[in-house]
């Protein structure tokens, strides 16, 4: 109860922050807010509420307050269809923003705002599934997502594991959508660029003990672990695997990019872990999240999907005032427009979204350059740009390089993808 106030309370907050507007658009926004992924859903929602207060604060869209009515989905996808359903049926929302993972996102959009044409976007739901049922005209043109393919990130992960010198490798993945696919992307490029996987061993969610799967990865002596994870589960892979005497180098997702991931481990215990995240060049939204945000949220701006779940809103409500309307098919087609190569830049923030505003109404084109960078969505709905390279240091998540979308094409060339 006490988190569901705390997101009640966001959104009062937002509103209160806004100039009075005669008329609202609400969206709907199906988090994770419990459950493994709950640290990824609770943060996301906050920049998309911060997203809709900056918007508001710049003067609206189309005359209108922007609101976001946030649902929980639990980390499960039957729950993500029912609330989805719910804002579709009886909030009648014209998009929706969510989910955060990908065995959530999946459900909804094949049960809900596929069929029911409904935009959706996603700030952090990675599989290539989503590309496949775009290519089979299964989502009709309105799915989007902030967040690249883990069809590319895991090409990026294994040429990184392979530079740190991780030649033989054990995997941990949890056994959903997103860790089968994430797995198997790496695998491939991990093996075709040299390395060998000694142990693949799938996870299910919410287990009480994962002293089983440890055991069997521990047993080949990798030169470092692969964890596939959510923070939740994650953390208590992790320990288990510290506690039975594994090595202390690990590879991990964008996802376990967490604070509270890196606190409950023990800061000590991993400065040998490294990951890979999308990411694009900083910008001045970039620098403009890092301050406001925390001040926003009491939360890191590099949290897992709050950079993308801000942009996500962002271009959302752009896309609106661009389409001069909030019916779904004219903010569907109006997605890209914002996103415009050739048009006038515009950042984040209040004082960006009022320049952006003022450009679409007198009919010029812009391009925004969001927290994440200048992106583009292709025909699909994804988006394509460069990878983050980190570690944990000191308890601290640093950056250490990036690969190039050029990079990670050439990798692919040679895989013949």
Same mark, same amino acid.
């Given at each position: 109860?006490?988190?569901?106030?705390?997101?009640?309370?966001?959104?009062?907050?937002?509103?209160?922050?806004?100039?009075?507007?005669?008329?609202?658009?609400?969206?709907?926004?199906?988090?994770?807010?419990?459950?493994? =992924?709950?640290?990824?859903?609770?943060?996301?929602?906050?920049?998309?509420?911060?997203?809709?207060? /900056?918007? %508001?604060?710049?003067?609206?869209? %189309? +005359?209108?307050?922007?609101?976001?009515?946030?649902?929980?989905?639990?980390?499960?996808?039957?729950?993500?269809?029912?609330?989805?359903?719910?804002?579709?049926?009886? &909030?009648?929302?014209? @998009?929706?923003?969510?989910?955060?993972?990908?065995?959530?996102? $999946?459900?909804? $959009?094949?049960?809900?705002?596929?069929?029911?044409? *409904?935009?959706?976007?996603?700030?952090?739901?990675?599989?290539?599934?989503?590309?496949?049922?775009? !290519?089979?005209?299964?989502?009709?043109?309105?799915?989007?997502?902030?967040?690249?393919? &883990?069809?590319?990130?895991?090409?990026?992960?294994?040429?990184?594991?392979?530079?740190? +010198?991780?030649?033989?490798?054990?995997?941990?993945?949890?056994? %959903?959508?997103?860790?089968?696919?994430?797995?198997?992307?790496?695998?491939? =490029?991990?093996?075709?660029?040299?390395?060998?996987?000694?142990?693949?061993?799938?996870?299910?969610?919410?287990?009480?003990?994962?002293?089983?799967?440890?055991?069997?990865?521990?047993?080949? !002596?990798?030169?470092?672990?692969?964890?596939?994870?959510?923070?939740?589960?994650?953390?208590?892979?992790?320990?288990?695997?510290?506690?039975?005497?594994?090595?202390?180098?690990?590879? $991990? %997702?964008?996802?376990?990019?967490?604070? +509270?991931?890196?606190?409950?481990?023990?800061? @000590?215990?991993? &400065?040998?872990?490294?990951?890979?995240?999308?990411?694009?060049?900083?910008?001045?939204?970039?620098?403009?999240?890092?301050?406001?945000?925390?001040?926003?949220?009491?939360?890191?701006? /590099?949290?897992?999907?709050?950079?993308?779940?801000?942009?996500?809103?962002?271009?959302?409500?752009?896309?609106?005032?661009?389409?001069?309307?909030?019916?779904?098919?004219?903010?569907?087609?109006?997605?890209?427009?914002? $996103?415009?190569?050739?048009?006038?830049?515009?950042?984040?923030?209040?004082?960006?979204?009022?320049?952006?505003?003022?450009?679409?109404?007198?009919?010029?084109?812009?391009?925004?350059?969001?927290?994440?960078?200048?992106?583009?969505?292709?025909?699909?709905?994804?988006?394509?740009?460069?990878?983050?390279?980190?570690?944990?240091?000191? +308890? !601290?998540?640093?950056?250490?390089?990036?690969?190039?979308?050029?990079? *990670?094409?050439?990798? !692919? =060339?040679?895989?013949?993808?």
């Amino acid at each position: 109860m006490r988190m569901r106030w705390g997101v009640m309370l966001a959104a009062l907050l937002t509103l209160a922050a806004a100039p009075a507007m005669a008329c609202t658009i609400t969206i709907g926004v199906v988090m994770s807010l419990t459950g493994p =992924a709950g640290p990824f859903g609770q943060t996301a929602s906050k920049a998309v509420n911060m997203a809709f207060r /900056d918007l %508001n604060q710049a003067g609206g869209v %189309n +005359g209108c307050t922007l609101a976001a009515e946030i649902r929980d989905a639990q980390s499960q996808g039957s729950v993500g269809v029912d609330v989805a359903k719910q804002l579709v049926a009886i &909030d009648h929302v014209p @998009a929706i923003i969510g989910a955060v993972i990908s065995s959530v996102s $999946l459900p909804i $959009l094949t049960a809900v705002t596929g069929p029911g044409r *409904i935009v959706q976007i996603s700030p952090a739901s990675s599989s290539p599934t989503f590309t496949q049922l775009a !290519k089979a005209g299964k989502t009709h043109g309105y799915w989007f997502r902030t967040i690249t393919s &883990d069809a590319l990130q895991g090409v990026a992960a294994a040429k990184y594991a392979l530079s740190l +010198g991780f030649k033989r490798i054990a995997i941990i993945h949890v056994n %959903n959508d997103f860790g089968v696919n994430m797995e198997a992307e790496f695998a491939r =490029a991990y093996r075709a660029l040299g390395g060998t996987i000694l142990s693949d061993t799938p996870y299910d969610a919410g287990q009480s003990s994962y002293a089983a799967e440890v055991a069997r990865g521990i047993a080949e !002596k990798p030169d470092a672990l692969y964890l596939i994870s959510y923070p939740g589960d994650g953390t208590t892979i992790a320990r288990t695997w510290i506690a039975q005497g594994g090595v202390r180098k690990f590879l $991990l %997702n964008d996802g376990m990019n967490d604070a +509270g991931f890196i606190k409950d481990v023990g800061p @000590a215990y991993l &400065d040998h872990a490294y990951g890979t995240s999308s990411g694009t060049e900083t910008t001045a939204s970039t620098a403009y999240f890092a301050t406001a945000f925390p001040a926003y949220a009491h939360a890191s701006a /590099d949290a897992p999907a709050a950079p993308q779940a801000y942009d996500s809103a962002a271009i959302l409500g752009l896309a609106i005032a661009e389409a001069g309307s909030a019916k779904p098919r004219a903010i569907r087609d109006a997605m890209r427009r914002v $996103l415009d190569p050739k048009g006038t830049v515009v950042g984040a923030g209040p004082a960006g979204f009022r320049k952006a505003l003022a450009l679409i109404k007198a009919g010029k084109p812009i391009r925004y350059e969001g927290v994440i960078g200048p992106v583009s969505f292709d025909r699909w709905g994804d988006i394509t740009g460069p990878f983050r390279l980190w570690r944990i240091q000191g +308890g !601290k998540v640093v950056t250490t390089g990036t690969m190039s979308t050029a990079e *990670i094409d050439a990798i !692919k =060339a040679k895989l013949g993808k």
